[in-house]
T-cell receptor, first 111, second 113 residues
C-alpha cells in the first residue's frame, strides 16, 4: 500500500535555500507531487515529477527523485516570506487515481 | 479561469445533525475527488467520481458518509448524524481526466460541537 512520510518543521532565513524531504513506499508510483497550503487555504499545486525522471526544475523550485531509495525532495531557492506554508508531497500509483499524501512539512521563513 | 469552488467555507453544527458540503469542479473536468484533512490523520482520500462510472467509495469512513455528483458536474458530500470526530477540513479536487493533475478547492471547515 501507499505510505508517504515527511519531516514536520523547517525554519529558514529569507534568501536561503529550503529543502523539504519525503519518502514513499510504493514502487509503482507514477507521478509524485508537491502541494503548498497557506493558512486557511486549500492546496496549491506547485510542481510534479513523473516517476521516470530524476530531476525537474521550475524557476525557484527543484524536485529531485531517487527511485532506488524512494526519496523525493523539493528545493526552494532564494526562499521568500511568501513561501511560509505547509508543503505536502503526494504520490499517485499505477492503476489508482487517488493521491496518498504525507503529513506535511511546515516551513517558516524568518525575515 | 475559475478554479474549484466549495461552499460553505465554514460550517458549525451540533452533534447528531446532518450536513451537506458542496463542490463545483473546474468546468470540463471529468474527475472529482473528496479528501478530508484532520489533525490526527492528515489528508485522507474519501471518494472519487469519474464520468458516468460507478464512484470509488473505498475511502468513506462510515455509512454516515455519502456523496453524489449530479450531471457530471457539481458534487455534494453528505454526513449524517455528525460526530465530533467528523470535525475536519473537507477538500474537493477535480482533474481533466482520470490520470491528470488534481486541482484543489479552498475546502470547507466543519466543526461539530
Amino acid at each position: 500500500g501507499e505510505d508517504v512520510e515527511q519531516s514536520l518543521f523547517l525554519s529558514v532565513r529569507e534568501g536561503d535555500s529550503s529543502v523539504i524531504n519525503c519518502t514513499y513506499t510504493d514502487s509503482s508510483s507514477t507521478y509524485l507531487y508537491w502541494y503548498k497550503q497557506e493558512p486557511g487555504a486549500g492546496l496549491q499545486l506547485l510542481t510534479y515529477i513523473f516517476s521516470n525522471m530524476d530531476m525537474k526544475q521550475d524557476q525557484r523550485l527543484t524536485v529531485l527523485l531517487n527511485k532506488k531509495d524512494k526519496h523525493l525532495s523539493l528545493r526552494i531557492a532564494d526562499t521568500q516570506t511568501g513561501d511560509s506554508a505547509i508543503y505536502f508531497c503526494a504520490e499517485r500509483t499505477y492503476g489508482n487515481n487517488r493521491l496518498a499524501f504525507g503529513k506535511g512539512n511546515q516551513v517558516v521563513v524568518i525575515p | 479561469g475559475a478554479g474549484v469552488s466549495q461552499s460553505p467555507s465554514n460550517k458549525v453544527t451540533e452533534k447528531g445533525k446532518d450536513v451537506e458540503l458542496r463542490c463545483d469542479p473546474i468546468s470540463g473536468h471529468t474527475a472529482l475527488y473528496w479528501y478530508r484533512q484532520s489533525l490526527g490523520q492528515g489528508l485522507e482520500f474519501l471518494i472519487y467520481f469519474q464520468g458516468n462510472s460507478a464512484p470509488d467509495k473505498s475511502g468513506l469512513p462510515s455509512d454516515r458518509f455519502s456523496a453524489e455528483r449530479t450531471g457530471g458536474s457539481v458534487s455534494t458530500l453528505t454526513i449524517q448524524r455528525t460526530q465530533q470526530e467528523d470535525s475536519a477540513v473537507y477538500l474537493c479536487a477535480s482533474s481533466l481526466g482520470a490520470e491528470d493533475t488534481q486541482y484543489f478547492g479552498p475546502g470547507t471547515r466543519l466543526t461539530v460541537l
